[in-house]
């Protein structure tokens, strides 16, 4: 379920595009092709059934929580020609298992590091959710020392084998993992500050849901940006620019923001030591993907938010509303910071300091042991 914008910020259309693996259109061909054999169900698309585009991707940690649902999804893009599973355990069942989809895009499994080159030659993105999840007490920041050297060990070899891919990371702690990325690209003289995202999707997906809800509005037509980074305070909705305009009360301000900065832990906590957010990750990464092909694809007109290499404040890094085109980011949207609330000026202040830790903590790690070109 995507949302798309025109420049001018309105909601253009539900989807964005007829080729949405998410869109009413291609419900339709899903539904043909889940019951292609009845004759009374005449083919209203063939979506479902013919490649319309042929994008390459790899997901690492497809075996995860995470990794399962997303592949999935993935499985039923028109816009994907080939899957690449890539875990290092137990990723060959869930492959096997994936490939009986009649959708139209090749599976294939890769495990251990020996195959972890050719899972990524030629891939147009890559989407990492690999790593461990929080369990209830933690902080994302308590994952750092095992995701960070996952996430390093990660992106050298994307660096070696497909340096040209959009890198979609979603290990946590985001904030961290994605200056550790940006370094080690830079020390394999590969890096694109316009190709690295941290996947921050997942926090417009809550505010959006919970807004709708507290509200009582249509769900397909709210879209709020969330700023500012992936981690407790320094997850800023900027409720003030939710479309369509809609008035809050201070405490429904004050109510929304701590529930959307919460999200995950509430997660975390209903789980109960099984883990973090995986669905709903999954419906997230799924339609941050879905943007990026999109955009590959020669769509001009589509944004997403995203934490990215960013000017739009004294941070090297900053999650905004970014236009997504064929090169990667074409433009971040700094002008969601105009005219902010009293609220959210204090917001963004003091999550910039847990923010700015956070990045500096990444690039420390990435530099004290440097990769090799
Ligand atoms: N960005 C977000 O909004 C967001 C949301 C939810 C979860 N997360 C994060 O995503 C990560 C994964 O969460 P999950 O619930 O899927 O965890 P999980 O433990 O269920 O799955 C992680 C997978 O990664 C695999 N893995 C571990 N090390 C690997 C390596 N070196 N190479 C390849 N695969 C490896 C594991 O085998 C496992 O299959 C966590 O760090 C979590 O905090 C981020
Ligand atoms: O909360 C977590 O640890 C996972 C993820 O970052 C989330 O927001 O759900």
């Known amino acids: 379920m995507n949302i798309s914008f025109n420049s001018q910020n309105n909601i253009k259309s539900f989807t964005g595009l007829k080729s949405s693996f998410l869109a009413k259109e291609s419900t339709a061909a899903l539904r043909y092709s889940f019951s292609q054999k009845s004759q009374n169900n005449p083919r209203t698309s ?24 997303l592949a999935l999804l993935v499985k039923m893009s028109p816009l994907v020609s080939d899957l690449h599973l890539y875990d290092i355990a137990n990723v060959k069942g869930v492959a096997a298992d994936l490939s009986h989809c009649n959708t139209p895009s090749k599976v294939r499994d890769f495990t251990g590091s020996d ?33 960070a050297g996952i996430v390093r060990t990660l992106i050298e070899a994307v660096a070696d084998n497909c340096p040209d891919a959009f890198i979609h990371i979603i290990s946590n702690p985001v904030n961290s993992t994605v200056p550790i990325a940006a370094e080690v690209l830079k020390q394999k003289g590969v890096y694109n500050p316009k190709k690295l995202f941290g996947v921050t999707t997942l926090d417009v997906v809550r505010a959006n849901t919970f807004v709708a809800e507290k509200k009582n509005l249509k769900l397909i037509d709210v879209d709020v ?37 919460n999200g995950g832990t509430e997660v975390v906590e209903a789980k ?69 609330t009293e609220f959210e000026v204090k917001g963004l202040e003091a999550l910039k300091v847990e923010l700015k830790g956070s990045i500096e903590k990444g690039v420390a790690f990435a530099q004290k042991e440097k990769v090799t070109a």
């Open 225 to 261: 940006p969330v700023v500012g980074g992936h981690a407790g305070i320094t997850i800023l909705p900027l409720l003030s620019k939710t479309k369509p305009s809609v008035t809050f009360s201070d405490q429904e301000v004050n109510d929304l923001t701590a529930r959307i900065q």
């Open 272 to 340: 109960a030591g099984a883990g973090s957010a995986t669905l709903s990750m999954a419906y997230a990464a799924a339609r941050f993907l879905e943007s990026s092909l999109r955009a590959l694809d020669g769509d001009s007109d589509v944004y997403e938010c995203s934490f990215v290499q960013s000017e739009v404040t004294e941070l090297p890094f900053f999650a905004s509303r970014v236009k997504l085109g064929k090169q990667g980011v074409e433009a971040i949207i700094s002008s969601d910071l105009e005219g902010l």
């Open 115 to 147: 195959e972890l080159a050719s899972c990524l030659k030629d891939v147009d993105v890559v989407v990492i959710p690999a790593g461990v999840p929080r369990k209830p007490g933690m902080t994302r920041d308590d994952l750092f020392n095992i995701n």
């Open 46 to 69: 063939s979506s479902a059934l013919q490649i319309m585009a042929s994008f390459k991707v790899a997901i690492l940690g497809a075996a995860g929580g995470i990794g399962q649902p």
